[in-house]
């Protein structure tokens, strides 16, 4: 899996990054939900620069004019509830792309630490031949991301896959690693140092779907 790491290189990425990490500025849902959207939109434009591009003449009011057009037919697909102001931000950029919905989530056994992954919605295209964007904003464990890959494949084998997140553990991006194929990509804002003791990314941003759209009672 080729893994392009966007915080490697200095960017205005730096500033919505700060925001949705701050104490201070994240608990503004309309803001963290924006931010969140705008990092998607950068993660998108850079994950475009490795699709597929075909010529076309394009007719203006005062001639024509040679330009190079994707030619990809994209499936973005996201988990809920985090992955929501993600994908709007994908949408953005790959607007004539086709949409998938899954459910992911952690189950915790006899309320331990310990959990499971349960998928129990999808929403999804034909994926044959297609290349699928898989939108995950946190790439904790990592497990959700290969749980929502093996959810998809029935629905067709598909021409390559990019994995996009926003923050994740190195641990995480090493799990995925060895479960995804070699034509997978995976773009990320940035890369944490670790996972604390409950499965989450430290220092990480908390707890994505909570701050955009408020806690939820079950865990």
Known sequence: MKIHHLTQQNSVLNTFLSEIRDCKIQNDRMRFRRNIERIGEILGYEMSKSLNYQSKSIKTPLGSSQVDLATNDIV???????????????????????????????????????????????????????????????LATGQSLVATFE??????????????????????????????????QLWIARIDEELND????????????????GNKLQQ
């Open 76 to 138: 973005l697909c996201s988990i809920l509830r985090a992955g929501i102001p993600l994908h709007h931000g994908l949408l953005n950029y790959f607007d004539k792309a086709e949409n998938a919905f899954i459910s992911a989530y952690r189950k915790h056994i006899d309320n331990s630490e310990q959990f499971e992954i349960n998928v129990e919605y999808i929403a999804c295209p034909n994926l044959k031949n297609k290349t699928i964007i898989l939108a995950d904003p946190m």
């Open 151 to 184: 959810a998809l494949k029935p629905f067709g084998p598909p021409k390559e896959v990019h994995v996009i997140s926003i923050i994740g553990a190195q641990e995480g991006v090493d799990f995925i690693s060895t479960k995804f194929d070699s034509n997978t």
């Open 198 to 213: 409950k499965g989450y990314i430290v220092p990480g941003i908390g707890d994505a779907g909570d701050l955009a759209f």
